[in-house]
């Protein structure tokens, strides 16, 4: 699971350093080379250290945004993502964003200075408890109860990151930098992932043996554990098709022909209807998140008969959120070719029907890749009457032309919003590491500052965060980091002039009763960017979108940041909690009015 990379030595034996010292050549052991935070007298001390021992400070807008940034780096480049603040407010401002890393699986260490431990309880200046705040959105909490521990603990702060792939906190009391100790630095542990138990392994492959129509689910496992040649050779191997899990794109090649495309939300029909088929799933290197897997387009598609083989790395997930007959605690790609070994040349039942199967997998990517053609805008009552008159462009078609001109290589990274979500239909990728989603945290204003991270760990990929307007809101201010820090990138902003997803909710259940979802008296985002010292481009016709999105991705080759913004409809896709909203009851006389009737 754990990338095997060289590491650079830290000070060797036992010696006497200061803790600040201990906890730098702490992280140069680790590897580490750039932190993204904002300055603070609590860690100064430290800081002071960074640019001799070869780490660059990456100096944000909001800790949030360093804190997915953090995450944006460890995701492209499978090593930790490190962020760091003031004690107190710094630090609470961090928590949305490592909650987020949290269920992207993301290995962030984030790292809270402490009020000063003479003083903690007194409720001093910026003081709160960090510990609690926390304890839900990370794997490992390190506090340094003694100066002397620091290499130990931040260093195992490290190790637990990439052995439980989620955030760590290493809590540090702001006087425990200053002061003599005598330790040394611990050389990382790496620990590698098995393959899983024997007789698991000899269930699974008699099950895949004995099915004829065996699907797979290609999890962000794959991603993680840098083994899509595995996956890619066992859905040969069986001739299965291979479905993406929700949001996870990036984790088989689209132009692979068993790809079908992601499932969730906004995903692909053909998966869908493919994996309805299934007699056999296996569920390689994801956790099957609810919402990953709920009906869509109208699709109940989950087959409920069918026997499920899942493997992941965390032994909690498998069978977790639904049934399975076989549990597979493994790395994805080591089971995977353990899988591989046990059925080459084995009698396969779905070698007897394998033509009809491939027949069968052409025909419905084709059906979708036609209905995807034709569906050019949205087709509700709401959606033709907002569009009729509106020289904005359909979003569906924007987000065509983006797909058509992506550059190769090209990093995407998607809000949470109406469009962003539709976008999933049209995001497709031919290698890992290239698909960032504010996954099941599902926060608006994660795309951004996420993608800027990217971009620091692979300066020679196109780098492209998908962004609603009202997410944009949240998040532009970090155009100042990538223009300070010189860190190009291009954000597509979708104007729609609506926190759209949210409003969608009123059109179908709240009898278009808005409130709160319309942004009007927006600046324009172009000139807002230019101000900020980026580039600003206006974005209004479907012709100019592909040429738009290109010059973006070269002008980030010339250090430039772009914002396209695009003018588009108020029409609205399906939207995000159809499963969960209901249609208003009321029982006082005084809200009648807004019953469903
Ligand atoms: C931090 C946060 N606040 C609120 C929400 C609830 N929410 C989900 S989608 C959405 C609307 C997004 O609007 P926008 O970014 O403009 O994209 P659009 O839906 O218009 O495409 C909101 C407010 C959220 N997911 N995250
Ligand atoms: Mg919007």
């Known amino acids: 699971m754990n990338k095997p990379v060289d590491l650079p030595m830290p000070v060797i034996g036992r010696q006497k350093m200061t803790p600040s010292e201990a906890f730098v050549e702490t992280l140069v052991a680790h590897g580490v080379k750039n932190v993204f935070g904002i300055v603070g007298s609590a860690y100064m001390d430290a800081l002071d250290l960074f640019p001799l021992a070869g780490i660059r400070f990456i100096s944000v807008a909001h800790e949030q945004g360093g804190g997915h940034m953090a995450d944006g780096y460890s995701r492209v480049s499978g090593r930790h993502g490190v962020c760091i603040a003031q004690n107190g407010p710094g630090i609470t401002n961090f928590v949305t964003s490592v909650a987020a890393a949290y269920w992207a699986h993301s290995p962030v260490v984030c790292i809270t200075p402490e009020t000063g431990s003479m003083t903690l309880g007194l409720g001093g200046f910026q003081e709160t408890e960090q510990l609690p705040i926390f304890s839900k959105i990370t794997k490992y909490q390190a506090h340094v109860n003694n100066k002397a521990r620091m290499a130990e603990l931040t260093s195992r702060a490290f190790d637990r990151a990439l052995l439980e792939m989620g955030p760590t906190q290493l809590n540090i009391p702001r006087d425990f930098f200053y002061g003599d100790i005598e330790c040394e630095v611990p050389r990382p542990i790496a620990i590698e992932r098995g393959a899983g138990g024997e007789r698991s392994l000899d269930e699974a492959a008699d099950l895949l043996a004995s099915a004829q129509f065996p699907v797979i689910i290609a999890g962000g496992g794959i991603v993680m554990g840098d083994t899509q040649a595995d996956a890619i050779a066992l859905a040969e191997l069986l001739h299965a098709p291979v479905a993406c899990s929700y949001l996870h794109n990036d984790t088989f090649p689209s132009k692979h022909p068993l790809w079908c495309g992601p499932l969730g939300y906004q995903g692909s029909k053909a998966a869908m209807k493919l994996l309805a088929k299934a007699d056999v799933v296996l569920a390689l290197g994801t956790r099957l998140g609810p919402f990953g897997t709920l009906p869509q387009h109208g699709l109940d598609y989950w087959p409920k008969q069918a026997k499920v083989v899942q493997v992941d790395a965390d032994p909690k997930m498998l069978g977790l959120v639904k049934p399975i007959s076989v549990g597979i605690c493994a790395d994805a790609g080591a089971a995977?070719?353990?899988?591989?070994?046990?059925?080459?040349?084995?009698?396969?039942?779905?070698?007897?029907?394998?033509?009809?199967?491939?027949?069968?997998?052409?025909?419905?990517?084709?059906a979708w890749e036609s209905e995807l053609d034709g569906w050019t805008h949205e087709k509700d009552a709401w959606s033709l009457d907002v569009s009729r008159d509106s020289s904005a462009m359909h979003p569906r078609q924007m987000l065509r032309e983006m797909e058509r001109a992506m550059p190769e290589g090209a990093m995407v990274s998607t809000d949470i919003g109406n469009i962003c979500s539709v976008s999933n239909s049209y995001l497709r990728f031919d290698r890992p590491r290239s698909m960032f989603a504010a996954m099941s945290f599902g926060n608006c204003g994660y795309a951004f500052p996420t993608i800027v991270g990217a971009k620091v760990a692979a300066?020679?990929?196109?780098?492209?965060?998908?962004?609603?307007?009202?997410?944009?809101?949240?998040?532009?201010?970090?155009?100042?980091?990538?223009?300070?820090?010189?860190?190009?990138?291009?954000?597509?902003?979708?104007?729609?002039?609506?926190?759209?997803?949210?409003?969608?909710?009123?059109?179908?259940?709240?009898?278009?009763?808005?409130?709160?979802?319309?942004?009007?008296?927006?600046p324009s985002w172009a000139a807002v960017a230019k101000a900020m010292g980026a580039e600003g481009v206006r974005v209004e016709k479907v012709s100019d979108v592909g040429p738009a999105l290109r010059a973006a991705a070269a002008a980030q080759r010339d250090g430039r940041t772009t914002v396209l913004e695009m003018m588009v409809t108020r029409e609205l896709g399906d939207p995000f909690r159809r499963d969960a909203l209901a249609l208003p009851t009321r029982h006082l006389a005084k809200y009648k009015s807004t019953a469903a009737s």
């Not at 155009?479 to 300070?484: E, P, S």
């Not at 291009?490 to 319309?518: C, I, L, M, P, S």
């Open 336 to 366: 995977a070719r353990a899988l591989v070994a046990r059925l080459s040349g084995k009698t396969l039942a779905s070698q007897a029907n394998r033509a009809a199967r491939a027949a069968t997998i052409n025909d419905e990517k084709r």
């Open 459 to 522: 300066p020679d990929r196109p780098a492209i965060a998908y962004v609603g307007d009202g997410a944009w809101g949240m998040s532009f201010g970090e155009l100042q980091t990538c223009v300070r820090e010189e860190i190009p990138v291009t954000a597509v902003v979708f104007n729609n002039g609506q926190w759209g997803a949210e409003k969608k909710n009123h059109v179908d259940f709240y009898k278009n009763r808005f409130v709160g979802v319309n942004l009007d008296k927006q």
